[in-house]
């Protein structure tokens, strides 16, 4: 592995750990302002995070056809 | 360049630091748990479904990742793709039933079941990912002595 690849590899690893940690993030609010006013999470809330799951899902049906595009 | 590779590094260590501290306050690992205002179980239920939206995304984000730089076969990918669709079937079933318990409570226990069962099929594929993507490391790594 050359530098540059090195180099690519962390960043792209770097955007990885930013964007898990800003889901959990986002969760930990989501979860905090339910217990703050003493309800469970809404079904609204719920289907908010299937929606990011269904373009998360485009996502990857992308990688896989270019990977096999790629052959 | 080599100074920065050293600060992503260290970048990449912090959030993944961030990242546990995150998931400790959330999801109760150790003493830093954090205790419902509310002691009913239903507020657990309701807690467990969001945290299994995010990790099945999280599961689908990783799997495009590691396809795009190469770690993950696309076949082994579409399992993956398959098994996060299949957990994500059972927890709309679970969410379904869970929010209809007001008109039969046993729902909520039969929303708790399935519940289990997702969270079985996204470790899963949690495992099968990382045993692919450690293949493929060590793959390269022999090719490349």
Redesign the interface.
Known sequence: ?N?VQ??V??????G??????K???T??D???T???E????T?E??ED??D??DA??E??????Q???NQG | MKKLIAVLAVAVLSGCSALDKVEDRLFGNGQQQAQPTDPRTSSNTTEQFARLAVTITEVRKSAAHLVKIGQLKPDTARQVQTMADLARKGLDAAINLYYSASTNPQNEQEAVRRLSEVEQDMQRAREMMALEAERAYNAKKGASK
């Open positions: 592995m530098l090195a180099i590899m962390l960043t792209t690893l770097l990885q750990v930013e964007a898990a940690v889901a959990a993030r969760l930990s989501l979860i905090k339910a217990r703050d003493g309800r469970d999470l079904q809330e719920l995070l299937l990011q799951d998360a899902r996502l990857l049906e992308q990688a896989i270019d990977a096999e």
